[in-house]
């Protein structure tokens, strides 16, 4: 059974604050790993993804990944009110079944204090 | 271009019913998910396409789900004789490759 861990939150930082968002996964055959938003009542966004060990950064979000110890994170600068949101980790490997499954962790909601 | 489209966006059915949730995937993209997500908890996976067949069914819940995809392109989801513990809001999402996917916006299903 593929699992994906994610603190639960409510995670909540101050505006302009740094934001750290982390997800534990379970198969270290495990390829992708992706982070989606999800405002409340809307479908989940992708934010970014990863595949290689170390740090990927696209304007104020970087995603790391350390496979060695099965650990991705997100790191948000300057959080915005308009960052909060719930924060899937999602992590992609090969199913067995004939196809790559997308498991979901259940998502880590983050407030951004004004 | 389009998004992934989905409808109804909201669907209100009594139990034993049948419904039928449709997925318009993203032109061209060849793989197609559908995920359920329950009020408080993550996305669980149902099935999944690769152009109109279905390698993996693994996460079908029970045989009253059942999901066909025609041309490669529109998906429906089919759940029959309806529970209250299939209310919940499904989700499709399609991919040009393995990876990437992109969501629709979901039909929000309850059962009375």
């Known amino acids: 059974q593929k699992e994906v861990e994610q603190n639960s939150g409510p995670l909540s930082v101050p505006e302009g604050a740094i934001a750290s968002l982390n997800c534990t996964y379970s198969?270290?055959?495990?390829?992708?790993f992706f982070w989606y938003r999800q405002y409340s009542g809307k479908s989940p966004e992708l934010i970014m993804f990863i595949y290689s060990n170390g740090d990927k950064e696209d304007g104020r979000f970087t995603a790391q990944l350390n496979k060695a110890s099965q650990y991705v994170s997100l790191l948000i600068r300057d959080s915005q009110p308009s960052d909060s949101a719930t924060y899937l980790c999602?992590?992609?490997?090969?199913?067995?079944?004939?196809?790559?499954?997308?498991?979901f962790g259940k998502g880590t909601k983050l407030s951004v204090i004004p | 271009g389009a998004g992934v489209s989905q409808s109804p966006s909201n669907k209100v059915t009594e139990k034993g019913k049948d419904v039928e949730l449709r997925c318009d995937p993203i032109?061209?993209?060849?793989?197609l998910y559908w995920y359920r997500q329950s009020l408080g908890q993550g996305l669980e996976f149902l099935i999944y396409f690769q152009g109109n067949s279905a390698p993996d069914k693994s996460g079908l819940p029970s045989d009253r789900f059942s999901a066909e995809r025609t041309g490669g392109s529109v998906s429906t989801l089919t759940i029959q004789r309806t529970q209250q513990e299939d209310s919940a809001v499904y989700l499709c999402a399609s991919s040009l490759t393995t990876d990437t996917q992109y969501f629709g916006p979901g039909t929000r299903l309850t059962v009375l």
């Open positions: 032109s061209g993209h060849t793989a």
């Open positions: 999602a992590v992609l490997a090969y199913s067995g079944a004939g196809s790559y499954q997308l498991t």
């Open positions: 198969d270290r055959g495990s390829q992708s």
